[in-house]
């Protein structure tokens, strides 16, 4: 992310977690976008996302439309979610608000 910060030709930086990445780069002020595979289906773990996207606490993060999401990664979501191996999902995204 440092390097991300000092290169004006870096116009989008993806991190993949774990929880402690994730956190790492939530706490930087240009993390502004989320992107999030929301599964329906409880799984045993121990390790969560850091955040609770869609919980009234959390104002301060939006989920924005499919289609915002569609225009801003190039491709089709589809709309509801979708189901593999008997577990569905849903792509979304999430956008913070000052």
Known sequence: LRYARARADVARVFVMG???????????????????????????????????????????????????LERWTGQDVVEGGQEEAGTRYEFQMWEKID
Not at 49 to 60: E, H, K, V
């Open 18 to 68: 774990g929880a402690q990445i994730y956190d790492a780069a939530l706490r930087v002020p240009e993390a502004r976008r989320v992107l999030l595979t929301s599964i329906a289906r409880d799984f045993d773990c121990d390790v969560f996302f850091p955040l609770r996207l869609g919980d009234d606490g959390l104002t301060n993060w939006v989920r924005r439309p499919r289609e915002e």
